[in-house]
């Protein structure tokens, strides 16, 4: 069964600019992971969804951005909720840093 893991990523950019960085951002990470990772995403409004395939498991997740706040939620299989802090902490990361002011 999969375990849900919520992060809320505040920032003071506006809802257009941090969807920006968001799309820019997913890009950069897709980059980073190279072959190994196989995402699918989708905009519906301001709500981002994705899959993807980490080491044979399947992962999923819903990604809204709002005026003053991004929150993700990012559904683990079993395999990764043995490590969801680690892995809490590392999106928390990334995502301030995507969102950092510049």
């Not at 600019?17 to 950069?28: L, Q, T």
């Not at 939620?73 to 802090?85: R, S």
Request: proline letters at 4%; zero cysteines.
């Amino acid at each position: 069964m999969a375990k849900p893991i919520t992060v809320s990523i505040p920032h003071d950019l506006g809802k257009a600019e941090a969807r920006k960085r968001v799309e820019e951002g997913m890009g950069r990470i897709l980059q980073q992971f190279g072959e190994g990772v196989k995402m699918t995403h989708a905009w519906e409004g301001d709500r981002l969804s994705f899959a993807a395939k980490v080491v044979g498991q399947a992962v999923s997740g819903r990604l809204d951005v709002l005026e003053e706040v991004v929150k993700m939620e990012v559904d683990l299989p079993p395999f990764f909720a043995m490590i969801a802090d680690k892995v809490k902490g590392r999106l928390k990361k990334e995502g301030q840093l995507m969102l950092e002011k510049k």
